[in-house]
């Protein structure tokens, strides 16, 4: 069945620096990709989100890319701040009960940003 | 704009007391609905979705029970809580139909059994 694999955390980073979480998939057919961030105590939001191969998702900073060679979907960002401490979680869609969809879930990838 | 609701924010029960966590949906109609549970630390767990009222599919077996009594509602339940229960349970809807897989979460309840 399909499956989402993301990189284990904790992830610590000081203020500035590259972030990388890795996030590869295993599904038949062309699911969409996603990346939700959940600050602590809260529900998650949608970060981005890409549909086909080769698309690329951004918002605030962040940045991922539908890869289909590599079945990847990494989440990338040129300068972490301190704001950006979350769980990060990768998700793909799953078809179920006709046209409706269910996501299949990473188990997310604690962020720390140290000032 | 639709919005999600969920209430209450936090709750503290007795192991064998009942349980009634409700969610909501404004600005949309007919949306899937899904419950999903949280536990400290972990991952989410799909427990329950809805594609209409009434229509209530079930993706693991446990203690709970969920109801969709009108088109935007969604309620979680339970007639005796266990202290496996407690958690973080997290409300979200999608757009029903092809290509609206997106899904968008309320703000979550803390659920802490004693």
């Known amino acids: 069945g399909n499956s989402v694999t993301q990189m284990e955390g904790p992830v610590t980073l000081s203020e500035e620096a590259f972030l990388t979480i890795n996030c590869t998939y295993t599904?038949?057919?062309?699911?969409?990709l996603f990346w939700y961030v959940q600050y602590p105590g809260e529900g998650l939001q949608l970060l981005l989100k890409a549909t086909k191969a080769d698309d690329k998702g951004s918002n605030k900073g962040f940045e991922a890319t539908y890869r289909k060679e590599t079945t990847s979907f990494h989440l990338e960002k040129g300068s972490v701040q301190v704001s950006d401490s979350a769980v990060y979680f990768c998700?793909?869609?799953?078809?179920?009960?006709?046209?409706?969809?269910?996501?299949?879930w990473g188990l997310g990838t604690s962020l720390a940003v140290n000032p | 704009s639709q919005t999600i609701h969920q209430w209450p924010a936090t709750l503290v029960q007795p192991v064998g007391s009942p349980l009634s966590l409700e969610c909501t949906v404004e600005g949309t109609s007919n949306p899937n609905l899904y419950w999903y549970r949280q536990a400290a630390g972990r991952g989410l767990q799909l427990l329950f979705y809805?594609?209409?009222?009434?229509?209530i599919s079930s993706e693991v077996p446990q203690n709970l029970s969920a109801s969709r009594p009108q088109d935007r509602q969604f309620i979680l339940s339970s007639k005796k809580l266990l202290l496996s229960d407690s958690g973080f349970y997290l409300c979200?809807?999608?757009?029903?139909?092809?290509?609206?897989?997106?899904?968008?979460f309320g703000p979550g309840t803390r659920l802490t059994v004693l």
């Open positions: 809805s594609v209409g009222i009434g229509q």
């Open positions: 998700a793909l869609s799953d078809r179920a009960a006709g046209n409706n969809r269910k996501l299949i």
């Open positions: 599904a038949t057919g062309y699911p969409s």
């Open positions: 979200a809807w999608s757009a029903p139909g092809r290509g609206t897989d997106t899904q968008y």
